[in-house]
C-alpha cells in the first residue's frame, strides 16, 4: 500500500509517494524521490471539474521499485537431542574434555607471553603447537581426540580474544568441565547424515542415533555437538538458497516491560514469564538437598544433577516461550520497532561503587533481575534474524520519554503517567494503557527514523532507476474524497 497526494485535476504531475505515513514498504525504503507519476488515465481525465471528484477514481501509477525478488542464502541451524551408546557418550565426554584441555593450555601460554612482553601468539603459531602437543609423550591421548574440533578451540580463543580486545566481553577465562561442554566439526566433508535413519556419521565417533523432530532443509557447513543438563545434542549448521520473502503486514511497536512482557502497539500483549520465578522453589529446595551432601560423594552428585536439570528446564522454557513469541510477531509484521534499550546498563548492578554508592539498590536489583529473567537481549535478537526471514525490519529507537510522551497532542510530562498502567494526558485528556501508549510512541519514532534515513539516501538512491523493473496499474481508492469538494487530499492506493 502506497500513500500518494495528489491534485487530481493535474495531469501528468510527478509526485512523491509517501511511504511512512501508515503503512510503510520497509524494502523500498531506500527507493527514488519521485517514486510514481500521474499518469492521465481516461477515467482520471474525468476529474477535470475544477470541483468535482469521483466517489471511486481510478489512477493509473508507474511504481519503481526495487529489484526486490532475488534469491538470498539463509544460515539456520538445526539442533536433535542425541541417542549415544555407552562408548560413545564416554568418547564424546573425552573430546569435549580434550578441547577444552587445549583451550585452557593455549590461555594460559598466551596470558605467560603477554606477562614476559612477548607478541601474541596467532592461530596458525597455535595449530602448529597443537601438534607437538599430541606428539609429546605427556599429552599423547590428545592425539584420541579428532583433530579438527581441537583446532576449533584455538580458533573460539582467537574470537574470544578479539571480543575482548573490541570491548564486547571481559578478557577470555579458562574453561570450566560441566559448563558449556561442546566440540565442532567444521568441515561438512567428514560428516555423513542419514535423515531416513535419524543418524549421523561424525568423525572418531561413527554413526550416531538422534530424535528426529524435525526435518534439517539445506546442505550441511559445520556440527556443534553441545551437552545440557546431562544430555548430549547434535547442533547441524546449515545454508540454503530461499526466496527473498515479501513482507507480509504493517508496522507496529513493541514496548517491553516487567507486567507484560511484550505490548504491541495495536494493543495485543504477551504475558510475563518469569520462567525463573515458577521454577525458584524447586531450584532452592535441591540446591538445598545439595549443600548437605558430602562433597564429591555420590549422593552428592546425584543432587547436582538435579539442579543442573532444573536450571536446563528453566532455560528450556524460556527459549520456548521467547520463540513463540517472536516467531508471531515476525510472521505478521514487515516492520517492527522496539526501544534501543542497552540491557546491559540496565542490568548493570545497582550497588555502585564505594564512592558513589546506588539508590534503591533493593528495588533495582529486583527489575534487574526480572529483566535478566525475561530474556529480552535474546528476544530481541531472534525479532532481528526472523524478520530478515521474512522480508522484515526490525528498527531500533531511542527509549526516552516513550512511556510519558502523549501520542495524542505529544505532551511530554511525568504527571501524564500518575500510576504504573494507566497514562492519562493532562493537556488532552487522552486516556490508554500505558504499555500501549509506550508502543505507539516507539511505533511513531520508528516511523520518523525512517522518514530520516529517506532523507540521506534519497539522493544517493538516484541510480536505482536502472533497477526499477515493476510497472504496476493500480485502480481503486480506499478511501474516496467525498464528492463535490477539491481537495489534495491523501489516496490511499492499493498496491
Ligand atoms: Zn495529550
Redo the contacts with the bound molecule.
Sequence with gaps: MVIFAVHLHQVRIEVEADLCEDAPQPFNRVAVKHLAAILGHKDQMDVNLENAVPSVPNVVVIVHRLNIIKDMKRLQAFKYELIPTGEQRRRMSRFAGSCRFVFNKALALQKARYEQGEKKLGYAGLCKLLTEWRHSPETAWLANAPTHPLQQSLKDLERAYANFFAQRTGFPCFKKKGWGDSFRYPDPKQIKLDQGNSRIFLPKLGWLRYRNSREMLGTVKQVTVPASGGKWFVSIQTEREVEQPIPQGGAVGIDMGIARFATLSDGMFYAPLNSFKRHEGALRKAQQAMSRKVKFSNNWKKAKARVQKIHSRIGDTRRDYLHKCSTAISQNHAMVCIEDLQVRNMSKSAVGTLEQPGKQVRAKSGLNQSILDQGWFEFRRQLDYKLAWHGGHLIAVPPQNTSRT?P????VSADNRRTQERFA?V????EENADVVGAINILSRGMQKLRDERQDTSDASLGCASTARIACEVSGAVRPPAAGTRRSGSIRLNA
Design positions: 502523549c495524542c497532542c505529544g505532551h494526558c493537556e488532552c485528556g487522552f
